[in-house]
Each structure stands twice: as C-alpha cells, then as structure tokens.
C-alpha cells in the first residue's frame, strides 16, 4: 500500500495563532488527499477533500476560511489551521487513495493542542 | 445522508475468545465497506476490504462479512490476542462519492 507521512506528529500552540501540518505521499502521487479530524474517543469527520492543483471541497460545516488547504503538488498536501481556539483541539488524520480507488491510506496523524 | 453506527462501543474478553464486532449502515448504495484498526494515538491501519459484490473477506483469523440489502456487516476475530487491542472502525465508501464515513469504533481489550 501508499505511504503517507505528516508532520508534525504532535503540536501546542497558544490561542490565535496559525498551525500547518503536512502531509506528503512518499511512494504515490496522489491528486487527491482527504483530511478528516477527530475528537477524542469519536469517530473520524471528514473535513475536506483536497485537489491537486485546484481548490479544496469542504465537506458541510467546515469553514474554509478557517481551515486552509493547498495542494500544490502531486506529494504534498497541507491544512492550516488559522487562529486556532482551544476548540480546534483534535486529531487530524490525512489520507490519499493510491493507485486504486478501492481504498484509502492514512498517515499517522497529527495531535493539535491549543492552549 | 449515510450513517454507520458500530455495537458495542467497548468490549473486554479475555485473551483466547472468539469475538465478534458488528457495524450497520443506513444505506445500502455501497461500493465498498473497510475495517480498520486504530492504536492510541496512530493512524488507521486497514484490515479488510470487501467490495459491494462480495460476502465476505478473510485475513489470518479476521473474517468481515457483508449483507448490503441490510445494512449490515461484522467482523469475526478468531483466538483473540493481547496485541488485537486496539479501536476498531468501520468505514463505508458510498456510491459516487470517493470518502469514507466511518463508525464511531469499538475499542477492544484484550486480557491476558
């Protein structure tokens, strides 16, 4: 299967300020990736669908001005995360579907805290 | 709007137990259904995979079936081990729609 790096792995950061985290496919190049947040002992929401090299579709209730997607290359996806709240706390997991459609590969996730 | 829901939401057993986990979905217009599993804090790493024509799926002593018409799907753990302690999610793949919706999970123990 694809494999799929983020990082960081883990960051804190104060209240209002910006957060990006990466994730990059190393083995695929993906026009496609999907980043999914989720909270403690929930499931995993689908926040947006990120296109390469055209704008991000978000699923309903996110806002995209808040949560900012680029995907700029075949490899590289990235979502920040802008004037982050305590709220904004969460576990966000990428995933890209490799070479079928059948399925996806998830990255190893990344723990925002935000104090 | 698709819904998966997955029962119980946590199971304890002791380690050599038979298990099963089950997993509903509200609609049937599926082009596949996955478990996953999930380690504190780690990504999702997949188990099984069955497409919408398909019954069933075996890995090692994992077993996922599936019945579309009712919404339904479970997976069978054979002799359970202290190492199948994990989150175990289901995620359906609905028709037209490259995303998956996942279940809430069970979070599984094993017990020496």
């Known amino acids: 299967g694809a494999v799929v790096s983020q990082h960081p792995s883990w960051v804190i950061c104060k209240s209002g300020t910006s957060v990006k985290i990466e994730c990059r496919s190393l083995?695929?190049?993906?026009?496609?990736m999907f980043w999914y947040r989720q909270f403690p002992k929930q499931s995993l929401m689908l926040m947006a669908t990120?296109?390469?090299?055209?704008?991000?579709?978000?699923e309903q209730g996110v806002e995209k001005d808040k949560f900012l997607i680029n995907h700029a290359s075949l490899t590289l996806s990235t979502l920040t995360v802008t004037s982050a709240h305590p709220e904004d706390s969460s576990f966000y997991i990428c995933?890209?579907?490799?070479?079928?459609?059948?399925?996806?590969?998830f990255g190893p996730g990344t723990r925002l805290t935000v104090l | 709007k698709q819904e998966v829901t997955q029962i119980p939401a946590a199971l304890s057993v002791p380690e050599g137990e038979n298990l099963v986990l089950n997993c509903s979905f509200t609609d049937s217009a599926i082009y596949n259904l996955q478990w996953f599993r999930q380690d504190p804090g780690k990504g999702l790493t997949s188990l099984l995979l069955i497409q919408s024509s398909q019954r069933e799926q075996t890995s090692g002593r994992l077993n996922a079936s599936l019945d579309k018409s009712s919404g339904r799907s479970t997976l069978y753990i054979a002799a359970s081990q202290p190492g199948d302690s994990a989150t175990y999610l289901c995620?359906?793949?609905?028709?037209?729609?490259?995303?998956?919706?996942f279940g809430q999970g069970t979070r599984l123990t094993i017990n020496p």
């Open positions: 083995d695929f190049q993906a026009t496609t």
């Open positions: 995933s890209e579907g490799g070479p079928s459609t059948d399925t996806q590969y």
């Open positions: 990120s296109n390469e090299g055209s704008k991000a579709t978000y």
């Open positions: 995620a359906v793949n609905p028709q037209g729609a490259q995303k998956l919706v």
